[in-house]
């Protein structure tokens, strides 16, 4: 309990150099146990896009596979629950710049998943997808939100013979 108070009062302080230096170890912790607090819901700052990322894998024979991130919004009720911790883990914590260190072990992490004898992994592209979220001024519905996302390629991994 006093390690939670503890993680959710560093997190409130001020915007600075003191708050990314106490941040910056325990990030991943943050992450994993879903101990992230944020206040923008309520606060001047609100999140301005929707997101959501996606991995392009290509092959040495020129075939891609395109690997989605769960979207909750494309899910039925019932598996959204079990989803909500990856795809947080992927949009508060892998798609933030400060993070691109783990990107190349994520990256390493898709190819050893999809190579085999037959189809040798070439390159591995981290992509991240977002689209902005109207002011209130011009409200509308979730349903009514566009699918029309920009595409922002982040980290490409090259693979190379022997890694």
Do not use: H
Request: aromatic share 14%; glycine share 4%; proline share 7%.
């Amino acid at each position: 309990m006093v390690g939670y108070f503890a993680i959710a009062s560093i997190q409130v302080l001020p915007e600075g150099p003191l708050k990314e230096r106490m941040l910056n170890p325990i990030e991943p912790l943050i992450s994993a146990f879903g101990l992230r607090q944020r206040w923008n819901l309520f606060a001047p700052d609100l999140i301005r896009v929707n997101q959501y990322s996606t991995c392009l894998i290509t092959f040495k024979d020129g075939s891609t596979m395109l690997y989605e991130w769960p979207r909750l919004e494309k899910k039925p009720v019932t598996e959204r629950f079990s989803d909500q911790k990856v795809r947080r883990f992927v949009t508060e914590f892998l798609a933030r710049p400060r993070n691109k260190d783990y990107w190349p072990g994520i990256a390493r992490f898709f190819v050893a998943a999809r190579e085999n004898p037959g189809q040798k992994v070439e390159k591995f592209e981290l992509i991240f997808n977002f689209a902005p979220v109207p002011g209130f001024k011009n409200y509308t519905t979730r349903e009514a939100l566009t699918d029309a996302y920009s595409r922002d390629t982040v980290f490409v991994y090259d693979v190379r013979d022997g890694q």
